[in-house]
């Protein structure tokens, strides 16, 4: 399985943007990059996923390197709520994830 | 739909004592995955069902677990006999390759705690 890795932990002023960088250089060709975060003890929420192409969505975007080999997950406009785990994962084609440790995101008033 | 259902919501119970959670995915989902969370090793795929059917079980840790989905609406996981490592928070979680993202949805998890 492919292996992530994030920084432990990143901080945030609400309003401006969180950029969460993942390494995932062992990605095979046909594993999406999914992101989920974890909020608490609550189960993990999904947010995004690519393969090749950047994502937008309405919770976030995804930049992925030409090379597939990192990924950046972009919060434009962070609030409190948004602090949390987030989860960097490749995904198989059974549907399988692989989480890390993941990025404890703290966004600051 | 209310969502992946996971019971009970929180267990105590005492080393040696047979443990079994529970899970019911999210209709039309046919992909039905067990999690583990600990501090210590964070979040572990334990196993993973495909129609009913075991993919793969690498992630169980040992002869004390078991896992069962004898029908597409209902999935258990049991520890027997339970030991005090096996405290964590087990997250169930329903996909189907049928949704555009073929995402996963979480339970809200079951806290065990075994002394």
């Known amino acids: 399985d492919a292996k992530t890795t994030q920084p432990t932990s990143m901080d945030c002023a609400e309003g401006r943007a969180a950029n969460l960088p993942c390494n995932h250089s062992?990605?095979?060709?046909?594993?999406?990059v999914y992101w989920y975060r974890q909020i608490h003890s609550q189960g993990p929420q999904y947010i995004i996923h690519?393969?090749?192409n950047n994502e937008t969505n309405e919770m976030a975007s995804l930049i992925i390197t030409e090379d597939r080999k990192s990924s950046t997950l972009i919060l434009p406009h962070a609030t409190l709520r948004d602090t949390a785990v987030y989860y960097c994962?490749?995904?198989?084609?059974?549907?399988?994830?692989?989480f890390g440790q993941g990025t404890i995101l703290t966004v600051h008033p | 739909d209310a969502g992946v259902i996971q019971s009970p919501r929180h267990e105590v119970t005492e080393m040696g004592q047979e443990v079994t959670l529970r899970c019911k995915p999210i209709?039309?989902?046919?992909?039905l995955f067990w999690y583990r969370q600990t501090m210590m090793r964070g979040l572990e795929l334990l196993i993973y069902?495909?129609?009913?059917?075991?993919?793969?079980d690498s992630g169980m840790p040992e002869d004390r677990f078991s896992a069962k989905m004898p029908n597409a609406s209902f999935s258990t996981l049991k520890i027997q006999p339970s030991e005090p490592r096996d405290s964590a928070v087990y997250f169930c979680?329903?996909?189907?390759?049928?949704?555009?993202?073929?995402?996963?949805?979480f339970g809200p998890g079951t806290r065990l705690t075994v002394t």
């Open positions: 979680a329903s996909s189907s390759p049928g949704l555009q993202s073929y995402e996963q949805y």
């Open positions: 062992t990605i095979s060709g046909n594993e999406y």
């Open positions: 690519g393969l090749k």
């Open positions: 994962t490749p995904r198989t084609s059974y549907g399988k994830l692989t």
């Open positions: 209709s039309g989902h046919n992909s």
């Open positions: 069902f495909n129609n009913n059917v075991p993919i793969d």
